[in-house]
């Protein structure tokens, strides 16, 4: 009797089971059938245009791309997340934003792509170039098929399929010279620029036209020949160390008389040092040089790439637009760390200057106001260096690599944060020959 209860209890409880997964399963055919009508379907392929230097028609729509946006439930959902984050002002002050990136290769590809996805709702992209088989190795977007399509087209045909809402302009063109004003003031009001440009002087001349126009912008660094992700660092272009393509960037800009100290002026940069060298040109490229170039006058030799880098460049820069856009700013860390043993020994320098002030009173040989004392540790070393200094000289402007100590300020106070200053050894003996800090501030502007 008790099996046949058992039996019986249990088969109920199976058929009750299986009934509610039926009915669960039917809602959920349903939520997902209605759901489905609201999200796009996917773009067609079409054949795609040859890169062009020519004006660009300006359209919101391509003829291949043809999103349908995702409802306001479905869109708040999406961005629920960032929302939680930046705020309902913030997060609207995203949405309603307008950022133009130029260049999207590696770097400026990641960009855009974090961008559009964290809400921006109004996206400009500008590059002339085309997918190739080995962008592929580092391109946030491009797939097989895009190879041989411009790469604006093929980011914008992947946003559509995951940000319908987003209205981007796809741009297959050179920025350059001539085609600046047109490219960026056609779209009205922008409210960022992302310049992640490889060609040197065109690089330089975008940053002029952000400066002239007063438009935030960040620039992207190299990120070629280099693998160390602990090493970025966003900052001024005066702070960059290691980086081969900011020093040359700061003689093209004093070329355009471009204030290289300029607020705006916003990098991003690794300080590790470069682990690799440019592919020399083959035999055949030697030969025929200019049938192997995308565009006259541009490098023909390649950069070694390790795919990740451009990634998570492209990434930290999204990130910093992100929160200048919706209104919560960070303050990164602008210049490279110190090691252990540099923080040690310049600790030990200011003891050892101190201890000989000590002396002096002692001896009676100092002036009567002189105070000796350290009141700082191998901590506040750095944040003097990093946050404060930037590992830049007060007197001269040299920078880490020049001998830097942090020298006292005044002398009738002790060694502390607030009474010391970085100098290169030139700066140190020019403020001894002007008598300390009250010939230094008669000399400054």
């Known amino acids: 009797m008790t099996n046949r209860s058992e039996i019986k209890g249990f088969s109920l409880g199976v058929i009750t089971t299986a009934a509610i997964i039926g009915y669960y399963a039917h809602i959920h055919g349903l939520l997902t059938t209605d759901r489905a009508s609201s999200l796009p379907s996917p773009p067609p392929e079409s054949s795609s245009p040859k890169p062009s230097t020519s004006p660009t028609t300006f359209s919101t729509t391509s003829s291949d ?79 097989l098929k895009d190879v041989g399509t411009p790469k604006v087209t093929a980011v914008k045909r992947f946003l559509a399929q995951v940000c319908p809402n987003c209205e981007v302009f796809d741009l297959n063109e050179m920025f350059t010279k001539d085609s600046a004003s047109r490219l960026l003031d056609k779209f009205g009001k922008v409210d960022f620029i992302v310049d992640a440009i490889d060609d040197l002087p065109t690089k330089a001349f975008l940053i002029k036209s952000c400066v002239d126009r007063d438009i935030p912008f960040v620039s992207s660094m190299g990120a070629a020949c280099k693998a160390d992700p602990t090493r970025m660092h966003i900052g001024d272009i005066r702070s960059a160390t290691k980086d081969p393509l900011s020093t040359k960037l700061r003689w093209h800009l004093r070329k355009l008389k471009v204030d290289i100290d300029h607020p705006l002026i916003k990098i991003l940069y690794s300080s590790e040092k470069v682990t690799a060298q440019l592919a020399p040109l083959t035999k055949e490229q030697q030969a025929e040089p200019k049938e192997f170039g995308t565009v006259d006058n541009m490098r023909l030799r390649v950069l070694p790439v390790l795919g990740t880098m451009p990634a998570i460049m492209g990434q930290a820069i999204a990130s910093y637009v992100l929160c200048e856009l919706g209104q919560k700013p960070f303050s990164p860390t602008a210049a490279e760390r110190l ?72 002398d ?17 003996t020019k403020f001894k020959d002007l008598g300390g800090k009250q010939g230094v501030w008669k000399e400054m502007p």
């Open 412 to 428: 009738s106070k002790p060694a502390s944060v607030s009474n010391l200053v970085l100098m290169s050894g030139k700066g140190w």
């Open 65 to 143: 791309v043809n999103p349908k946006p995702l409802s306001p439930e479905f869109r708040e959902e999406q961005l629920s997340r960032n929302t939680l984050f930046f705020g309902e002002v913030g997060m609207n002050k995203i949405r309603n934003s307008t950022v133009v990136v130029v260049g999207l290769g590696g770097v400026g590809s990641h960009c855009a792509h974090l961008v559009a996805r964290s809400g921006v709702e109004r996206l400009v992209l500008i590059d002339f170039d085309q997918v190739t088989l080995s962008s592929t190795n580092r391109h946030a977007t491009a797939t």
């Open 339 to 410: 090691g252990k043993s540099v923080r040690h020994r310049m600790l030990q320098h200011i003891k050892g200057r101190e201890e000989k002030i000590k002396k002096e009173i002692v001896e009676g040989t100092a002036p009567s106001s002189t105070v000796a004392g350290v009141e700082v540790d191998t901590d506040d070393i750095e944040y003097m260096m990093c946050q404060v200094w930037r590992n830049r000289c007060l007197i001269t402007g040299d920078r880490l690599g020049s001998g830097l100590e942090l020298i006292k300020w005044d």
